[in-house]
């Protein structure tokens, strides 16, 4: 229930139309707190989160997309509302500072495990982070994707897993990835209750 709070996108309001609950969350978090930094910390302490979070940047960005038409979107609920096929996305400033904690968190890691989550609005934001997306591409430690279990309106519309990884390596490179975790049964298939 609370995953699906944070995820949830309004769909009613000018003002809040297409935004997360999560994003504003974090945003009155750093009003309230004066930076982003602080505002992720209390933010864990408030969920009683498990483990660390870090933020990709400190930097306020945008989110822009350049479609296969040719068209720009900016900004991140505005992606998936535009409806049309990805063909790359970047950052503006494109030279957006990683947070250094960040940074040394991937380059110390046994294991990267990239998703799940929105393929053009949240797993790769952070990975068009030219510091981020250094410290994956150099570090030597096994890379798995969890593959999104479902094609998201307005941004994967269509895709197949093959689909999912070529946008990854598209952005990222060639085999970055060394595993890709996806669910192989049908939707509409009922899961089996579990003995």
Do not use: W
């Amino acid at each position: 229930l609370v995953m699906n709070l944070f995820q949830h996108r309004f769909t009613q309001g000018s003002e809040l139309r297409g935004h997360s609950f999560g994003n504003l969350f974090l945003t009155a978090m750093s009003d309230i707190t004066g930076d982003f930094g602080t505002a992720i910390r209390e933010a864990s302490r408030v969920l009683a989160v498990r483990g660390q979070i870090l933020p990709s940047t400190l930097e306020n960005i945008t989110l822009v997309s350049e479609m296969v038409n040719g068209e720009f979107v900016r900004g991140e609920s505005q992606i998936p509302q535009h409806g049309g096929r990805i063909h790359r996305l970047f950052i503006e400033p494109t030279n957006a500072v990683a947070h250094p904690d960040a940074v040394q968190a991937i380059l110390d890691a046994d294991v990267i495990v990239l998703g799940p989550g929105s393929l053009y609005t949240s797993v790769l934001p952070n990975l068009m982070i030219s510091g981020i997306r250094h410290a994956l591409v150099t570090s030597a430690v096994f890379k798995i994707y969890v593959c999104n279990v479902a094609t998201q309106i307005g941004e994967t519309d269509g895709y197949t897993i093959a689909d999912h990884v070529d946008a990854l390596e598209h952005h990222l490179g060639q085999q970055i990835l060394h595993c890709v975790l996806a669910n192989s049964l049908p939707s509409a298939l009922p899961l089996e209750p579990a003995n």
